[in-house]
């Protein structure tokens, strides 16, 4: 509230004391109340969950075993991973042993390399400690042509290709033949100012790329 210093302020309503050395004294005390404010704006609520989430994690719920070369087992679900692999989609449809038993072995990963790659499915998070981790996972997204991850991996590679890890990048590009990889590890081997050992015939190949 404003005060209209332009009507006059009676002497009789100072306080006593109020005066000091001439001049007037002024005390206000005011309450303040902040407002209660809902918030209904649906555009600022924004949520984000992975499929790991929606998983009961007791054993019944999941109707596919993976068994590994160490004999250790992954559990999981067909139907989920139907929708991210054609080729184990492949296996469950058709008259399979894997459909009629629900078990799949698989003897070119290790364990850790499985677990690992159901894991990065279903939307865990995946922390690679080496290049050759990667590699590992793009290995076996490759085998069961699972593109996302194919995608998204190959890119952490482009991203990360050093002098030390160019040889182990190189030797992958070339033998699973990712033509985006090839064409960035020759770009990077062409502008190196220090010695390294690629396999003779990458380099050769390399030099017959065309990098426009």
Known sequence: ?????????????????????????????ATYCVPYI???????CKLQFQPYEFVDQSCETYDFEIITVEGGRVLAHKGFLS????????????????AQTGVVTIKDFDHAIVNTAVDLLYGRLFEPKTVQDVISMLRFAE????????????????????????????????????????IICARFYRKLTK??????????????????
């Open 143 to 182: 085998k069961y042509i699972i593109k996302a991850v194919i995608t998204r991996l190959t890119g952490w590679l482009v991203e990360n290709i050093i002098v030390d890890n160019l040889p182990l990048i190189t030797q992958y590009a070339w033998k699973h033949s990712s033509e985006k990889l090839k």
């Open 83 to 98: 929708m991210v692999s054609p080729v184990l989609n492949s296996m469950y449809t058709h008259n399979t042993k894997e």
């Open 1 to 29: 509230m404003l005060y209209d210093y332009s009507k006059k302020f009676p002497h009789s309503n100072l306080k006593l004391n109020c005066i000091v050395n001439d001049r007037v004294i002024i005390v206000v005390t």
């Open 195 to 212: 010695v390294c050992y690629i396999d003779p015939d990458i380099v050769a190949d390399m030099a017959k790329l065309s990098l426009v």
């Open 38 to 44: 809902t918030k209904t704006d649906a555009h600022s």
